[in-house]
T-cell receptor, first 115, second 111 residues
Framework: DAMVIQNPRYQVTQFGKPVTLSCSQT?????MYWYQQKSSQAPKLLFH???????NEADTPDNFQSRRPNTSFCFLDIRSPGLGDAAMYLC??????????????FGPGTRLTVT | GQQLNQSPQSMFIQEGEDVSMNCTSS?????WLWYKQDPGEGPVLLIA?????ELTSNGRLTAQFGITRKDSFLNISASIPSDVGIYFC???????????FGQGTRLTINP
């Protein structure tokens, strides 16, 4: 019954080695988000897709990219991970087509370790 | 930018006690959301509030949307061990589909 699925749950990558995190959803929501969360902090929005429209946050480093090939899937690409990119990465969805459209539903997250 | 001030930052209580936490802002929000996050997991939506003055319950949890639209509180009654975690408030102002998060309240329960 999982609604927002993230794979893998744990990812280890080497410094500078590109890595891709994936998110899929069964909710058919039109908005998908990627957040970065570091220990004991609130989630920090990196970017979001409103349907196919990409919306980048002003302070998101160029090192972070995203793709949304269809409604159900969204990917986070980190082109050259640095030690400071080690964090939990959270995917979330919401739907502007439904009542309660401001509610965001999160996946379980991917814990990224950079060695 | 918009900020939410969430307090307290941490709470240490005995099992069975009631808990109260709140979020305040200098900005008006049209939606307040409360999330709980367990270690190593994503936040889970507990309660959503859409109208000023609205009081909503979800089991032992009760949350209210402040009349001024600048604050919200979450109460947990008769706490149990599985209530342990970090609770986040989040506000939405309309327009861009983004949430503003509070800093979180870490709840620890002594059995």
């Amino acid at each position: 019954d999982a609604m927002v699925i993230q794979n893998p749950r744990y990812q280890v990558t080497q410094f500078g080695k590109p890595v891709t995190l994936s998110c899929s959803q069964t909710l058919n929501h039109n908005v998908m988000y990627w957040y970065q969360q570091k220990s004991s902090q609130a989630p920090k929005l990196l970017f979001h897709y409103y349907d196919k429209d990409f919306n980048n946050e002003a302070d998101t480093p160029d090192n972070f990219q995203s793709r949304r090939p269809n409604t159900s899937f969204c990917f986070l690409d980190i082109r050259s991970p640095g030690l400071g990119d080690a964090a939990m990465y959270l995917c979330a969805t919401s739907s502007l087509l439904l009542a309660g459209g401001n509610e965001q539903y999160f996946g379980p997250g991917t814990r990224l370790t950079v060695t | 930018g918009q900020q939410l001030n969430q307090s307290p930052q941490s709470m240490f209580i005995q099992e069975g006690e009631d808990v109260s936490m709140n979020c305040t802002s200098s900005s008006i929000f049209n939606t307040w959301l409360w999330y709980k996050q367990d270690p190593g997991e994503g936040p889970v939506l507990l309660i959503a509030l859409y109208k000023a003055g609205e009081l909503t319950s979800n089991g032992r949890l009760t949350a209210q949307f402040g009349i001024t639209r600048k604050d919200s509180f979450l109460n947990i009654s008769a706490s149990i061990p599985s209530d342990v975690g970090i609770y986040f408030c989040a506000g939405h102002t309309g327009g861009a589909q983004k949430l503003v998060f509070g800093q979180g309240t870490r709840l620890t329960i002594n059995p």
